[in-house]
Each structure stands twice: as structure tokens, then as C-alpha cells.
């Protein structure tokens, strides 16, 4: 019985499937960088925040001590950040500077939190002091590591070389990288961006005393460092445009046109489909009518012509109640924004 109920739903599902009155289409479509600064700007200085202050150096000690750190590994991921920052940065092209800024004498750092905005006085006295038309900030860096220990066992060879099971222990470090961005732009005076994330990296050992346990832990330095400067190289891609793709459903049902422009889409004639879809705009079933008109705005995006495509999908929701011509409008009327701020963008 259960069997039988089981083929039953499965072929509810395909006749569901089969019976869908819309088939799906993905396109390419480049989108602005997600934080835009001034286009003036062509020097960046960037900043570590993450330095513990000369105060705050016996807590950072007993910090580290209390989550087990390695006594350089907050310093080691940081710089890694910097650099992989910097070098993303110059790798856009649209640069002609970037420099890693010494510590400046006046400026707050902080104790892996996340640290009040420097001043605009401050922000200008940094420039100028150091040639650059803006500031990257990273505001805060610190790794925070967990310990979980439990007895377990492991094979080591006897005298004889056979191999046995010996009592063990076996460490788990979890270690939360966390990681704060600011950037400055004194051209538009603005705080452009702000961007706070956290990474959990685990690595396991196991000997037969806990020293040899944690000794067994191998590469989660390499590893702390190599999650940064993926970190810093990330948020430089911050400022580029990026490339994805974006879905699309279109009516495969509603007459013979329908189906037959289906096909022909599905080989990738679309412009034969929409010479289909076109035949529908004046049948006399508003229904398949708003079909034709909705059909007609996805191969006006196919083209490129974003105003016919709007054009043709508010005709299918204001003249024949297509409610889901609304939601393809508003999309359009969104990527039609996006393509204005990317277009802006790539004058810089």
C-alpha cells in the first residue's frame, strides 16, 4: 500500500510538472558593484584598526591565552587581508594607487570590536598626509578559538609492529574569524560602505597525551590566513561589477502557438517563438491574449529593449489581468535601475 502511494504522488508530481502552463529560461545579465565611490577618487590608503591599542595590549594578551590563539595569528591574518585587499584593488585597473598606510599616531584602534567612525578631520588629515583621495578601513580583526577535547583512541604499531588501539585524545579547535570594512570617501563625505563578517574554520588532532593532540593540529595558521586574504580580495570585488544569471518563466500553454513556440524555443529560436506569440496578441480569449502580450516583454528582454519589454508586460497586466506580468514589471523596472547605476559606474 505505502508503495502504491508512493507511485501515486510521484506521478501527481509529474502530471503537475507536465501540465505547467510556463516554462523556465535563464539569461546572462551584468549588475553595478554593490558600493560605488566617488569617481574622482584614483588613490586609496588603507588602514589596520585591528592593532591593539597600547591599553588594551594585557587584555588582548589574556584574550589570546583564554581562546587559545596563536600569539601572532590576529596580526598574520590581518596583514594577509591588506595585502590580498590591495592587490585586488590595483588588479580592477581603474586605479593608479593603493597603499597600506603605517599606523598614524591619534587614531583609536581597537580590540576585535567593531570601533566608532573616524573623524572627517581625521579622515582629511590621513590623505593628505599620505597622498591618497580615500581611506579603507579595516575597522576590526580578531580570532576567537574554542576548544572541545574527548577521550578517544588510535592505532599506533606494538613492539612487533602490529598495529593496536592505544587510549587517545583528540582536540577540536574551532576558530571564528571575524572581520569589519569601512570605507571613507571624503569626496561625497560619506561612509560608502560598511560590511561586517565572520568565517568558522575547524581543524581536529589527536595524540596520545593532549599536548601531542594539539601538535597534531596541522595548518590552521596556513589556513586562518589564506580565509583572510580571500577575505580582503572578496571585498574589493565589492567595487566591481559582477556577472550573473537571472530567471525568467514564459507561457508554453493556451493555444497550438503556444506549444509549437515551445518547441521552437527550446532549440533556441526564440525570435521564431515570439513570431508565434505575436499571432495570439489579438485572440479573442483575454486570457491567451495577456499570455501573447507577457510572452512578447521576454523577448523584448531577450533583445536587450528594456522599454518594449515594460511596455508589453504593463499592456499584459493593465489590459488583460495578468497578475504575474506585475511581478515580471516590477523586475524590469528594477533591472532597468540596476543598468542605469552600472552604466555610471563604468564611466569612472
Known amino acids: 500500500m505505502k508503495r502504491l502511494n508512493l507511485l501515486a504522488f510521484f506521478a501527481l508530481c509529474y502530471m503537475l510538472i507536465g501540465c505547467s502552463a510556463t516554462n523556465n529560461l535563464t539569461m546572462g545579465v551584468n549588475e553595478p558593484a554593490l558600493v560605488e565611490i566617488s569617481p574622482e ?16 595590549k594585557k587584555a588582548d594578551q589574556i584574550d589570546k591565552i583564554l581562546s587559545a590563539e596563536g600569539l601572532q595569528l590576529d596580526q ?16 580592477q585597473g581603474n586605479l593608479s594607487e593603493v597603499k597600506i598606510l603605517p599606523p598614524a599616531e591619534g587614531i583609536n584602534k581597537g580590540l576585535g570590536i567593531w570601533p566608532a567612525n573616524l573623524s572627517w578631520e581625521e579622515i582629511d588629515k590621513l590623505c593628505q598626509e ?3 583621495d580615500a581611506i579603507f578601513s579595516l575597522a576590526f580583526y580578531d580570532t576567537d578559538t574554542k576548544i572541545d577535547y574527548r577521550a578517544s583512541s588510535m592505532q599506533l604499531p606494538n613492539d612487533l609492529g602490529i598495529k593496536v588501539a592505544v587510549p587517545a585524545h583528540e582536540i577540536t579547535l574551532h576558530t571564528l574569524v571575524k572581520n569589519g ?3 571613507y570617501d571624503p569626496k561625497y563625505g560619506t561612509i560608502a560602505d ?49 556577472y550573473r544569471r537571472i530567471s ?57 529593449d528594456l522599454e518594449s519589454a515594460m511596455d508589453w508586460a504593463s499592456k499584459a497586466y493593465s489590459d ?29
Not at 598574520?76 to 590580498?84: F, I, K, N, Q, T
Not at 561586517?196 to 590566513?225: D, H, T, W
Not at 495578468?322 to 569612472?348: C, D, F, G, H, W
Open 320 to 348: 488583460y489581468n495578468n497578475k504575474q506580468a506585475l511581478r515580471y514589471l516590477n523586475a524590469l523596472k528594477y533591472r532597468s535601475s540596476q543598468i542605469a547605476v552600472l552604466e555610471r559606474q563604468m564611466t569612472r
Open 194 to 242: 560598511e560590511l561586517l563578517c565572520n568565517e568558522q574554520l575547524v581543524s581536529m588532532g589527536k595524540g596520545i597525551n593532549p599536548i601531542k593532540a594539539y601538535e597534531a593540529i596541522a595548518g590552521r595558521k596556513e589556513a586562518v590566513i589564506r580565509y583572510s586574504s580571500n577575505m580582503g580580495a572578496d571585498y574589493a570585488r565589492r567595487l566591481q561589477p559582477s
Open 248 to 304: 525568467r518563466d514564459y507561457y508554453v500553454r493556451g493555444s497550438h502557438n503556444f506549444v509549437v513556440a515551445k518547441r521552437r524555443a527550446q532549440t533556441g529560436d526564440w525570435q521564431g517563438a515570439a513570431a508565434l506569440w505575436e499571432q495570439e496578441l489579438d485572440n479573442t480569449d483575454p486570457k491567451i491574449a495577456g499570455r501573447a502580450y507577457y510572452n512578447m516583454a521576454i523577448i523584448n528582454e531577450i533583445n536587450g
Open 76 to 91: 598574520l591574518g590581518s596583514e594577509a587581508a591588506l595585502r590580498a585587499l590591495k592587490k585586488s584593488l590595483l588588479d
Open 130 to 132: 599620505n597622498g591618497v
Open 41 to 56: 577618487i584614483r588613490t586609496i590608503g588603507i588602514i589596520n584598526r585591528s592593532i591593539p591599542a597600547e591599553t588594551n
Open 181 to 183: 570594512w569601512r570605507i
